[in-house]
C-alpha cells in the first residue's frame, strides 16, 4: 500500500525569531505585534509628557541658556527733562525719570522755583513721565549757589504742612546726594544756610544723606559710585578733584553724573569750571555721549576743548536765560557765550536753549525752546519734545541776532 503524502500547508501559527541577550526565542507572530503596539503607545507617552530629560553635558546649539546679555535693545527706559525757569533767571533743574525711579538733579533759579518745579513733576499730562507717588528715589544738588538750590527749600507758604514750597519739605526723598565742599557761609537767613535747614528736615524725615565723594568712595550703608536704576541702566557719580580739594571757584565743586543705558551715555557736570573739566578727563575715563547738560548754562569758562574732545555730545541741552545780564559782563559772555558755541560747533548743531531774556531788561523772559524733554526708549531711540518749539540754538533769531555762526554749523 502506498504512503500518504504530508500536506505542504503547515496547521501551526506563524512565528517570530527575535534576540533576547544571547539566546534566541521564537514568539507567535500575534504576540510579537503586541509587545510592539504597547511599545509604541508606551513612547508616545513618554513624549507627550515631555520627553527623556537631556543630559546636562549636552551640547546641543538648542539649548536654553539661564545667562542674560544686555543688548540696547533691553533697557529700562530713561527721560531726561530740563525744565524752564520761565523768570528771567538762568538756573538749573533737570527732572529725570528713569525706569520706575524719579531723579531730581537741582532746584534753581530762585526760591519761588520750587513751584515751577513741583507742577512740573506732578503734571500727569505727560504720559507717565511724571512724578505720581510724592517720591523721589534720588535727590542731587550740585553746588551751594543759589541758582541750583533754591527752589529745594523754597518760600514760605501756610498752605503746606511744612509751611514751605521747598522741593526737600514736600516730597518724600530717599537718597539725597550733595558737594562735599562749599566756600560759602551757612548762617541764617543765607542761600546755603536755608538749603542746609531743608536738608535736615528731609534727613529727620528719613532721607538718607551722603556726599559725592562718600558716594564715589562707596562708603556703603546707601553710599554707593554706582546706583542700578532698572534693567541696563546706571547712575554713576564720577570722581571730581575738587571733591577733596579747595577752589576759589564755588562752581568746581559741582557733583558730576555719568548715566548710563546699554551703550548710550550723558554726561552732567554741574557748573564746573575749565579746571575743574580737565581734571574729570585726567581722572576719569569718559565714554563719548549721546546728550550732555551744556557746562555752567553754557558759560565761556566751561565747555572746553579738553572735555568736548573726549565726550563728543550727540545733543546738547542747555538751561539759561540765554542774553540775560545777570551773570554776564560784557553780551558776548551771557549765556550761551560765543566761545562756548564755536567749542560745541564742530561736534553737533543740536544744541537747545530753555529761556530766552534780555541784555536790556533783566526782568524780560520768554520760552526759547521752553521745557525740554529728551527720551530715550528701551531700544535706545531717541526722540525729542518741545513745550515752545523745536528750532536749533542756530536756527533762533536770537542767534542770528547777537552770535557770529560758527564755520562747523555754516554749511
Not at 500500500?1 to 500536506?7: E, G, L, N, R
Request: proline share 2%.
Amino acid at each position: 500500500m502506498a504512503k500518504k503524502k504530508k500536506s505542504s500547508k503547515s496547521t501551526k501559527s506563524p512565528t517570530v525569531k527575535i534576540k533576547a541577550g544571547k539566546r534566541s526565542v521564537r514568539l507567535p507572530l500575534w504576540i510579537f505585534l503586541i509587545l510592539v503596539a504597547v511599545a509604541a503607545i508606551a513612547l508616545g507617552v513618554v513624549y507627550a509628557l515631555g520627553g527623556f530629560g537631556k543630559s546636562e553635558q549636552s551640547s546641543s546649539s538648542e539649548e536654553p541658556t539661564t545667562s542674560y546679555s544686555y543688548s540696547d535693545d533691553d533697557s529700562a527706559p530713561i527721560s531726561f527733562n530740563f525744565i524752564a525757569a520761565n523768570n528771567g533767571h538762568s538756573g538749573d533743574s533737570t527732572y529725570i525719570k528713569a525706569g520706575d525711579v524719579d531723579i531730581l538733579i537741582d532746584a534753581g533759579s530762585l526760591a519761588s522755583s520750587a513751584s515751577t518745579i513741583t507742577s512740573y513733576m506732578t503734571d500727569s499730562s505727560r504720559a507717565g513721565n511724571y512724578v505720581n507717588d510724592g517720591k523721589l528715589e534720588y535727590v542731587i544738588a550740585t553746588h551751594a549757589h543759589k541758582d541750583h538750590i533754591s527752589g529745594f527749600y523754597g518760600t514760605s507758604d501756610s498752605s503746606k504742612a511744612s509751611g514751605k514750597t521747598g522741593i526737600l519739605y514736600n516730597f518724600d526723598i530717599d537718597t539725597l546726594i550733595d558737594f562735599n565742599l562749599t566756600n560759602l557761609s551757612g548762617g541764617s537767613g543765607t542761600v546755603y544756610g536755608s538749603y542746609l535747614t531743608a536738608r535736615d528736615y528731609a534727613v529727620n524725615k528719613g532721607t538718607k544723606h551722603f556726599t559725592a565723594l562718600q558716594c564715589y568712595n562707596n562708603e556703603g550703608n546707601g553710599a554707593s559710585r554706582t546706583y542700578e536704576l532698572g534693567k541696563n541702566l546706571t547712575m554713576s557719580v564720577l570722581y571730581n578733584y575738587y571733591y577733596e580739594n579747595n577752589s576759589s571757584d564755588e562752581n568746581n565743586y559741582s557733583v558730576c553724573l555719568l548715566f548710563t543705558q546699554g551703550s548710550k551715555n550723558f554726561l552732567f557736570t554741574g557748573d564746573l569750571e575749565s579746571s575743574g573739566e580737565a581734571k574729570l578727563v585726567t581722572n576719569n575715563t569718559l565714554p563719548e555721549v549721546e546728550l550732555f547738560k551744556g557746562g555752567h548754562h553754557g558759560s565761556y569758562t566751561a565747555n572746553t576743548d579738553a572735555l568736548l574732545s573726549v565726550i563728543k555730545p550727540k545733543l546738547v541741552c542747555i538751561c539759561a536765560c540765554a542774553g540775560n545780564n545777570e551773570y554776564a559782563s560784557d553780551e558776548n559772555h551771557a549765556f550761551p557765550a560765543q566761545e562756548a558755541i564755536n567749542r560745541i560747533a564742530p561736534y553737533t548743531d543740536r544744541v537747545y536753549v530753555t529761556d530766552l531774556g534780555s541784555w536790556s531788561n533783566a526782568t524780560y523772559v520768554e520760552p526759547m525752546n521752553g521745557n525740554i524733554l529728551v527720551n530715550y526708549d528701551e531700544k535706545g531711540n531717541e526722540e525729542l519734545k518741545f513745550s515752545h518749539n523745536s528750532l536749533k540754538l542756530k536756527e533762533t533769531q536770537w542767534f542770528l541776532n547777537k552770535r557770529t555762526m560758527p564755520s562747523a554749523w555754516a554749511s
